[in-house]
């Protein structure tokens, strides 16, 4: 009878030893933390024991590894002495089953379910065992040091992007958050990766006035672009001065009678490559909603609104003055008419076309493939697309025609 409660005893301790292994390699610390924040008793020494896995997990192993041996030694005596001889190959045979079925298979298929319930469940007996083999834990510590020093420096266990994006990915694929709240994640995490040439408004659509212009030629630009702030520039728009507000133009007694060099605001500026994490920060300090995007040379490459960052985040932002406009679009017949400001990514994407380019713009990737100032009609091929200029502003492509081989 002895002899079956220790048995008995080694193979529920067995159980939980493997349970406990699974539990605190697959729960999420994120969980016990919030458990703890909640006031759930045993989650704070849960976490606790985590944190320091290795010896954790030397105490599991040292703890299953003793039971285990205990149960066959002891099941071995008990059968010897039932059936003589043959009891050493029965007791193999049968502890093997009921390790494998009951030590191992059953808890941890539970322990994987419930992860930070199970490991709340056995702190205090872990935590009391890791006590206890702290010397056997230290011995295994300046070991896996040893293993460290021959086998290469330790990787480093920090989660990088790459992980957080599958991670996020899975996470919206099973429910936890909605479709809208994982883009918007997404999007942040990806924010500080974009530059401000890449969201910037190009010169070429951009509303900027004179500082030598008559009030009535700026009121009439205020009215028909529906704009807050207007960029105003000396001479041409590589030399802006000044930004421009709406409210500071008209009073309630009409238009201001101040000259504009008085009304206008110092403008801000932002390298074409400056991070917009970067772009961000500098329109906070300088507590503006505009920051103006200058070329290496110093010429101006266009401009940057608080809105074109903030749609960086939640998408396209859209007013009353707003006008949809589809950059690229599909004329069927695996035939796309594309304008020559689409992002190039973008329009990648969208024809299956691998395209290498330092140009953000289709318009200047399709002046890069011609190697001069394009031409309506002007056309060349690439991969198996016939890519034609369809128009031009200036010297500029204002749309091209592709056509999918």
Known sequence: MIEMIIIAVCLLLSAFFSASETAYTTLSHTRLRVMKE??????????????NYDSLLSTILVGNNIVNIALA???????????????????????????????????KSIAKDYPEKFAVFAAPALSV??????????????????IGKLFGSKESKSMTQEELLIVLEEVE???AIGKSEGELLVNALEFGDSTAEEILTHRTEMEAV???????????VFARSGLSRLPVYREDLDHIVGILHHKDFFTPQGVSKKDIQELMKPPVF?????????????????KTHLCIVVDEYGGTSGLVTMEDILEELVGEIWDEHDEEKQEISDAGDNKFIVDGLANLDEFSEKTGLSIESDNVSVGGW????LGRIPEPGDSFEYENAKVEVLSTDGHRVASVAVAIL
């Not at 001889?85 to 494998?100: E, F, K, Y």
């Not at 932002?270 to 300088?286: Q, W």
């Open 210 to 220: 004179g500082i030598d212009w008559e009030k009535e030629r700026i009121a009439e």
């Open 366 to 369: 399709v002046m890069e493939m």
């Open 129 to 146: 065992l890791t006590v206890i083999l702290k010397p056997v834990n230290f011995l295994f510590k300046m070991w896996k040091k040893l």
């Open 173 to 175: 694929k099973e429910g």
């Open 38 to 51: 909640n006031g759930r008793r045993g989650a704070g020494l849960a976490l606790k024991l985590s944190e």
């Open 73 to 107: 030694s002891v099941s071995t005596i008990l059968f010897v002495r039932l059936i003589g001889n043959a009891g050493a190959s029965v007791s193999t045979a049968v502890v093997t089953v009921a390790v494998l079925v009951f030590g191992e298979v059953t808890p």
């Open 270 to 286: 932002a390298n074409a490559g400056e991070k917009i994490d970067n772009v961000l920060r500098l329109m906070k300090k300088h």
